[in-house]
């Protein structure tokens, strides 16, 4: 191994039916070092990461792990965990029926007799030392997506590993908890811990990483220091072109006075759901892109889902172009024009046994009503059109959905709902957790269908990303809406400030 290294991949090769996901790879990890692995969706990240743990089998090259004078051949992800390599993946990977303590514990303990009292101190003993804001005897469903990915990081890092890799664990995060993580990252690092992280986070690969592997379409593009590769030169490896622009995508697009003229498509006062938020009042126009912004756990996707139906609607009035209608549930918002992409699509989104064509058809049969089937020549022929329109990466129509890459998931299901011609497309979190090269596609995409006459309600982590695609912003804090900005008022500074400041309606 070479001088200060904690990990070597050398020729690393892995195929799937129809695709070669991985080709010759080589990786170098040293020891304390935060080594960012980067690329876009499909680029082969993902594949190499279940490599190094065992939860796929290569099929050429070596592994060398420091300890061991030989090349290892890491055969799942407890031999993975036994040899120092711990793993928090994109999904979390706990149980939520369980306790904080029993998710942190499971698999690692031996014998027959669990001494569950220590186990629990123990527990506890490192979630007060990470600061999270859980106990140990809590049922891990009772606490929030952020806490259950501090939890699934606590765990991996209690296993004393000499690698730990990090798969997208700032997704569900806000700035103080990811603030938190690189707080611990860098105390592991001076321990002597390499660590692998994922991102798509350019600020954060270049706040906490020193070095950056870049990979595009299961090659090897190169390795570099961070501090010899700007940001620009970055997104142009991972995309093999010239990225145009991101501040001018949305153009001359940006027709305000347009807007203002439009008719009201949907609109609701006092709406009110069960799952906790303030009535509110909304609406939006036709061929207008808005979005509810504000700090994770605001509010933002318990307004969109009362809008949908999702979450069960306790009090207020909704109108679609000025009459009152009732939406009880989805169907009702769909039998009205209305399609909602999820936040979560792993659990709300995909059907993971289901191919992309039956994932693509899915909400226009339901509509139809499945005495009605769409017959296997049409619905083939529909899914073809929007694998072409999107640029889904698939080797055919008929490849189950949970063998595609997140970010092609993600266009799936985006492709399921323009199937329907909604009135009203509602996008939450449309590109958490995939490539830049995507998210411009789909920023681009949306605005396009605004263009068109499409009313589009977007919702994203990534204030910039709103700034970009939207004209107008309801603005979130603590599941009540504090403001409203548009025209002049659209910047980071004027929604800091409507966070931070004033209600607007007191």
């Keep these: 191994m070479k001088d200060n290294a904690v990990l070597e991949l050398h020729n690393i090769n892995k195929s799937f039916p129809g695709v070669r996901a991985l080709q010759g790879v080589d990786f170098t990890l040293r020891k304390g070092e935060i080594h960012a692995l980067m690329g876009e969706n499909g680029a082969g990240k993902s594949t190499l990461i279940k490599v190094i743990t065992g939860v796929y ?28 390599i711990s793993t928090v993946y994109q999904e979390i990977t706990l149980c939520p029926n369980l306790t904080v303590a029993e998710n942190m514990y499971i698999g690692r303990t031996k014998g027959a007799i669990q001494n569950w009292k220590k186990m629990n101190e123990d527990a506890d003993k490192i979630l007060k030392s990470l600061d999270i804001p859980a106990k140990a005897n809590q049922q891990l469903a009772s606490c929030s997506l952020a806490v259950q990915q501090m939890v699934a990081i606590a765990r991996a890092v209690d296993m004393e590993c000499k690698v730990l890799i990090l798969d997208e664990p700032t997704s569900s995060l806000d700035d103080n908890e990811v603030q938190k993580l690189f707080g611990l990252m860098r105390d592991l690092k001076k321990k002597g811990v390499g660590i692998i992280f994922v991102t798509h986070f350019l600020d954060q690969v270049y706040e906490v990483c020193d070095r950056i592997t870049v990979l595009r379409d299961g090659k090897l593009v190169g390795e570099y220091e961070i501090a010899d590769l700007p940001r620009v030169e970055l997104v142009s490896k991972m995309l093999g072109k010239e990225l145009d622009d991101l501040s001018d995508i949305k153009g001359e697009s940006d027709n305000t006075d347009a807007l203002e003229k439009a008719e009201t498509i949907f609109e609701a006062e006092g709406l009110q759901s069960d799952a906790g938020i303030k009535p509110f009042d909304f609406y939006i126009k036709k061929g207008e892109v808005n979005g509810f912004t504000g700090l994770l756990g605001s509010g933002r996707s318990e307004c969109v889902r009362a809008i949908f139906g999702a979450d069960r609607v306790i009090n207020g009035t909704v109108k679609k172009n000025g009459k009152t209608i009732k939406i009880n549930k989805p169907i009702d918002a769909m039998r009205n024009g209305i399609a909602y992409l999820p936040e979560d699509r792993k659990a709300d989104g995909i059907i993971g046994d289901l191919s992309v064509r039956d994932n693509i058809i899915l909400a226009s049969q339901v509509l139809r009503g499945f005495l009605k089937p769409i017959s296997k020549a049409k619905a083939y022929k529909l899914a073809e059109e929007y694998i072409d329109m999107l640029d889904i990466k698939t080797a055919s129509a008929d490849t189950p959905i949970k063998s595609l890459s997140g970010g092609n998931q993600q266009k799936v299901i985006l492709a399921r709902w323009l199937l329907m011609h909604p009135e009203y497309l509602i996008l939450d979190e449309p590109t958490r957790g995939i490539d830049v090269g995507t998210k411009v596609d789909i920023q681009k995409l949306v605005l396009k269908l605004a263009s068109e006459g499409m009313s589009v309600t977007f919702i994203s982590s990534e204030t910039d990303e709103m700034l970009r695609t939207c004209s107008r912003l309801v603005v979130m804090r603590d599941r009540k809406v ?14 800091m400030k409507t966070i931070a400041g004033g209600d607007n309606n007191e």
């Design 57 to 84: 089998e290569k099929e050429e090259g070596e592994i060398l792990l420091e300890g061991y004078d030989h090349a290892i051949n890491i055969h799942s992800p407890q031999h993975a965990q036994d040899v120092g």
């Design 482 to 495: 504090v403001g409203e900005l548009k025209g002049d008022e659209l910047t980071q500074s004027g929604i």
